[in-house]
C-alpha cells in the first residue's frame, strides 16, 4: 500500500506502508545503530516517537523474545530505507514486518533515509507522520500541528507502572523512580544479586525512603525532564539522605534535582557507536544512547570546551563532570562530592549495543556500600 512520510516543515517523501499501515504521528528522529531495531521500537524512552533508521536493511535476522526491553512496542512508528521479513537466523522467531503488523505498529520503507536523516541534522528533529497516500496532505499537516511537541511533554506517566513491583535477591536492596526502565537495566541489576522495587514515577520520596534502600536508582525514559517538576521534587527531598544514581533521563533528573538545568539537543544521541571519556580514568568507551535532551554545563554552555576540570556549585554542594561526550562534548555524567550520588548520560546496558560500559553497575553499587 502506498503511503508517504510527512514532517511538520512540508518535507514530504513517498514510500510503502509496511506493518499495521494506519497513519501516526510523533516526533521524527534517527538511530545509527547497524542491528537492535527490536531492543529500540520496544525501548520505553522511545514513546511517542517515530524513528528512523539509518542502516539501509531492518529485519534482516528477525525478532525473538529476548530481543524485549519491555512487554510491547513503544515507538509510534518506523521509518526504514528497506524492511526485510526475514526469518531464518537461528535465534528468529517470526520475521520483522510479520511482527510489526501484530503489534498494531504503522511502518513505511522505500525512504530515502539518507536524505531525511541529513534534512533532520539540519533541521532539527521535528514533528511529522506517516499516512496513506489517498490521506489528502492538507489533513495530515493538520494532524500533525496537533501533535504535541517533545519539548514540555510529560511521557513518563504513560509508560510507567500503575503499581510498585518487587524482584527478589539478595544483595543491596535499589528502588527505583520507574519512568520506563528498560529491561536489559533490570538484568544488569539483578546479575548482580540486586534486590529491586520499582515504583510509579509518581512515587513520594517519604514512600521511597520507608523502604530503607541501600540505592536509589533513576531509570531511563521519554519526554523532556523539564515536564517531571513532580518526581524532581521528590528526588531532591532524597538528595543526601540516601545515595542516589541515573541512567540517561534518570541522569537529567538527578541534575535538576540539585539545581542544574537542561535543554533540547538539536537532533538528539541515537545509536550505538557514541565515544564517551571516563575523566576519572581516561578510559574511552563506545556507548549506547538514546536521548533528546542534555545538561547545561557550568554557566549555562551546551558544551564543554578545553581540558580542565568542570565543576558546578549545586544545591548540595560541589558536582564534577565526569563524563564527556567526544562527538559534540556535551556532558554525559557527574559525580557529587559532598553528597553521595553519580550518573551516565548514556546506556551502559547497552541493550543494544557494546558491552563497554557496564561497569559502570557496579560502580553505582559501591555507592550502596559505603
Not at 524492511?83 to 501484530?102: F, M, P, Q, S, V
Not at 533528573?253 to 576519572?280: I, S, Y
Request: aromatic share 6%; with cysteine; net charge negative.
Amino acid at each position: 500500500m502506498d503511503g508517504y512520510l510527512l514532517l511538520e516543515d512540508g518535507t514530504r517523501l513517498e514510500g510503502e506502508l509496511l506493518g499495521a499501515q494506519g497513519e501516526i504521528t510523533g516526533e521524527v528522529v534517527f538511530n545509527t545503530s547497524m542491528t537492535g531495531y527490536q531492543e529500540a521500537v520496544t525501548d520505553p524512552s522511545y514513546a511517542g516517537q517515530i524513528i528512523t533508521f539509518t542502516y539501509p536493511l531492518i529485519g534482516n535476522y528477525g525478532v525473538s523474545g529476548d530481543a524485549m526491553e519491555s512487554a510491547k512496542v513503544q515507538a509510534r512508528g518506523i521509518i526504514m530505507r528497506e524492511g526485510k521479513n526475514g526469518e531464518d537466523a537461528a535465534t528468529a522467531e517470526g520475521g520483522w514486518l510479520d511482527w510489526l503488523r501484530d503489534c498494531g505498529v504503522t511502518a513505511i520503507d522505500g525512504i530515502d533515509t539518507r536524505a531525511l536523516v541529513r534534512h533532520i541534522r539540519d533541521r532539527g528533529a521535528m514533528r511529522g507522520g506517516i499516512f496513506p497516500a489517498d490521506l489528502p496532505e492538507t489533513e495530515a499537516r493538520e494532524r500533525i500541528a496537533a501533535e504535541p511537541p517533545m519539548e514540555g511533554a510529560d511521557l513518563a506517566r504513560e509508560v510507567t507502572p500503575p503499581e510498585p513491583v518487587e524482584i527478589a535477591g539478595d544483595g543491596p536492596h535499589v528502588v527505583g523512580f520507574d519512568t520506563g526502565i528498560k529491561l536489559s537495566i533490570l538484568r544488569q541489576f539483578r546479575e548482580r544479586n540486586c534486590r529491586l522495587t520499582l515504583l510509579p514515577c509518581s512515587a513520594s520520596a517519604d514512600s521511597v525512603l520507608a523502604l530503607d534502600p541501600d540505592l536509589v536508582f533513576l531509570a531511563n525514559g521519554p519526554g523532556d525532564p523539564g515536564a517531571l517538576d513532580y518526581v524532581v521534587e521528590n528526588v531532591r527531598s532524597i538528595v543526601g539522605k540516601k545515595p542516589v544514581v541515573g541512567i540517561c533521563l534518570g541522569h537529567q533528573l538527578l541534575c535538576r534535582a540539585v539545581g542544574l538545568e537542561t535543554f533540547k539537543l538539536p537532533f538528539g544521541h541515537r545509536g550505538a557507536n557514541h565515544p564517551v571519556k571516563d575523566l576519572e580514568t581516561g578510559r574511552i568507551d563506545i556507548t549506547s544512547q538514546n536521548h533528546g535532551f542534555a545538561v547545561l554545563g557550568p554557566g549555562g554552555d551546551r558544551t564543554i570546551e578545553g581540558d580542565e576540570p568542570v565543576r558546578w556549585q549545586t544545591d548540595f554542594g560541589e558536582a564534577e563532570l565526569s563524563h564527556l561526550n567526544l562527538y559534540d562534548r556535551t556532558v554525559e555524567g557527574l559525580v557529587l562530592k559532598d553528597v553521595p550520588g553519580c550518573t551516565v548520560q548514556y546506556h551502559p546496558e547497552a541493550g543494544p549495543g557494546p558491552h563497554d560500559a557496564r561497569y559502570l553497575f557496579d560502580r553505582f553499587l559501591e555507592l550502596a556500600a559505603a
